[in-house]
């Protein structure tokens, strides 16, 4: 038996087969990419998503016949909150506005004054990001597209639609929306009339890790899947690349470094004192939930410094990642200041700054571009900590921090973020942690495991795991250096003139 998970990211989709008991059998992987126009747009046309769909089954289903394995179910993961306008025929009238786009910030300023009343319903302060957003900016903006639309969905809403005919979403993309009322799970009438909403353009909710439906004819002529097939809806992929971590019990955290990055911490229910500066999140565990924080540029920054700075191409990527690293550890022989703020997309938590951008301090004549990629890594570094001490308040104090995502790839910038960070840092030689979140997730749902914990341990059994140790010398430069970054950041964004 196996199972296919479908991960849908911002660059590319991956279908990945894996045995019942976790092991990986073949993987394809479809790449694509958003359309970033002026004025902070960004948008990407659903057919992407359609098409490496059908390739990436096609694929997995065909070396599953070859070695006589059968397929008992597609387990679902995804980015969570661009939203694609659908009309009556099931079919999309344009672009998706992408969870990066920002177009939506004038007509969010008119909701400010509801924040307080948003964040307790919702569990998220208002922000550019989530799907509620650009269902207001379309409402507003592009009345002739809100009417002409049926429904308003996210990607795996639609891709799932595609699969099975059917239209539902889970309680994870609902948590991201500013649209599902964060107890009860279900769409809040007070939240559909702050941002215009009609409550028949959305998807019934479902809990994560449920049945979405069955692959219907259509899907199965293309893919070569059984008709019947079940499609489960594991949750959005930092919920199920938690899971994947092994994110269970109450305190535990991870951090997912990827284009943005996400800290995660497992919560049985709403904490009661909940603040502004974190958001709460439905868990890919049903009824359950996570307290995450989120940085909008990660490894996007990195890679844009090495595309401006080294020339990195998609011609010789590994040789500039190794070039880079080795600068990198060369500058780390020197203590300099040299700092960078990597809002490059705005800031996400604790402030949700959309204002603040991205900036080099502190460059003089000798600074080399070696020193200028490590700054980057430092800034990503320090506004990873800052968000850690942010959850740290609601879970106490952690031990080991698991780490997944692209960046933490890198062995310096795992050496970094451990001094930085003060702690030991642990990375999975197998990064693919939504997808087995996903695989994880599929297998409690048919009854192949009698919870996540087992499902978990099995899964991830035999895995390779890398653990990073902090540096006591790095650590007691950082703890300056992160004092240095607040203060920058308070200088330019928080300080008040008064004339003084």
Known sequence: MGIIVLDIGTSSMRGILYEDNGKKLFTKQIAYSPVYLEHGWVEQNPQDWKDAMEVTLKACTEYAREQGKKISAVSVTSQRSSVIPIDAKDTPLGNAIMWQDKRVMGVLKELMPANSQIFDLAGSNINPVFSGSKMLWLRRCRPDLYEKASRLVVIPDYIIHEMTG???????????????????????????????????????????????????????????????????????????????????????????????????????AVPECLKEDVICNASAIPGEYVLESSILSCASVFNWWLRLGYGMNSNNQEAVYGIANSEIEESLKKEDHLLLLPFFQGRGTPDWNSEAGGSFQNLNLSTSRGDMARAVLEGLGYEIAVNMDTIRNYVGETGAVYACGGLMKSDVFCRILSGICGNGIYTYRDHESAAIGALISAGVTLGLYPDYTSAFCQSRAGHEIKETVAEAKLHKRYQTGKSHYSRLYEKLYLYKHDGC
């Open 166 to 268: 059917e239209w539902v979403t889970d309680a994870t993309y609902g948590s991201r929306s500013l649209l599902m009322n964060l107890r009860n799970r279900q769409w809040d009438d007070e939240l559909l009339k702050l941002f215009q909403v009609d409550r028949e353009k959305l998807c019934r909710i479902i809990e994560p890790g449920s049945i979405a439906g069955r692959i219907h004819g259509g899907c199965a002529e293309k893919t070569g899947l059984s008709e019947g097939t079940p499609v489960i809806s594991a949750g959005g992929d930092q919920q199920c690349a938690a899971l994947g971590m092994g994110i269970i019990e109450q305190g535990t955290i991870e951090i997912s470094a990827g284009t943005g990055a996400y800290l995660i911490a497992a919560s049985r």
